[in-house]
């Protein structure tokens, strides 16, 4: 058996707890996905920073150019980079997945103001635990953002590429494309963007960006034993503070919050 194999197999108890999260069953209305959405927006968010984290390290970004690494993980993260920050909308204008999203959010009518308020003050330079610390959102949204930034800014690049690789890609149940097809049939106006990328997510992320993620970390650990077991101890925190983020926005839903009190 492979590293890979070896890593997956590893991973998938806590990935089984992702995948049958309680949370999926109670997204059962558009108040719902609008709660949640206000949530997830911050992972979808600092997801594509450690993908640009990943591409600073494994290619040339200053001026003047000089080749970095090699050519092969040049290639795997500069594809991913390019699905990732310049895909297409519906009416086939190009688009990053964040802005996507927040288009989604936006039709969907959920709260947008908490990410855009973060993104605004980083523009301004601000750094952004200072921002974070300024949000009106969660410890656990707070938490996973924070050890997100610090892997992207802090960790070797093995380790930002397992995080990246096996922390957040192919993580949509079937279950949840279920109900969300079923809500976007109810409501086509407010949830037909959300239901697009959602199902452009899979096809682009699922079946083309994970196995070139892992052509990357398998690559960029090849045969450094403690570079694997840095990787696998990462992946596994990763998925642990997504399991806890979920956990966040599951007790604060309607339903859950009425029952708690």
């Avoid at 991913?80 to 927040?102: A, C, K, M, N």
């Avoid at 093995?158 to 109900?179: K, S």
Wanted: hydrophobic share 40%; charged share 25%; glycine share 4%.
């Amino acid at each position: 058996m492979d590293r890979i194999e070896q890593m997956k197999q590893t991973l998938q108890p806590v990935r089984e707890k992702l995948i049958s999260h309680p949370l999926y069953h109670s997204l059962q209305s558009l108040e719902d996905l609008q709660l949640f959405s206000a949530s997830h927006v911050f992972a979808v968010w600092d997801f594509m920073s450690l993908l640009k984290a990943l591409q600073m390290r494994l290619t040339c970004t200053t001026v003047p150019w000089v080749p970095v690494g090699n050519a092969e993980t040049r290639y795997l993260i500069n594809e991913i980079v390019l699905g990732e920050e310049s895909d297409v909308d519906p009416g086939g204008h190009r688009t990053s997945h964040f802005e996507l999203y927040l288009q989604a959010m936006h039709q969907m009518g959920a709260d947008t103001k908490p990410i855009k308020n973060f993104i605004e003050a980083i523009r301004r330079g601000e750094k952004s635990e200072e921002a974070l610390k300024r949000l009106s959102v969660s410890e656990g949204i707070r938490d996973f953002v924070r050890f997100t930034l610090e892997i992207a800014t802090q960790a070797p690049t093995h380790v930002q590429a397992a995080v990246f690789t096996f922390g957040r890609e192919d993580l949509i149940p079937d279950l949840f494309m279920g109900i969300v097809r079923e809500l976007s049939d109810l409501h086509p106006e407010k949830l037909g963007l959300f239901r697009y990328y959602l199902e452009r997510h899979i096809e682009v992320d699922g079946e083309h960006h994970s196995k070139l993620a892992m052509q990357m970390v398998s690559l960029l650990c090849d045969n450094q034993p403690h570079y694997w077991q840095e990787a696998m101890d990462a992946a596994n925190a990763a998925l642990r503070y997504r399991l806890r983020l979920w956990d966040t926005i599951y007790a604060s839903l309607p339903l859950r919050a009425a029952a708690a009190l």
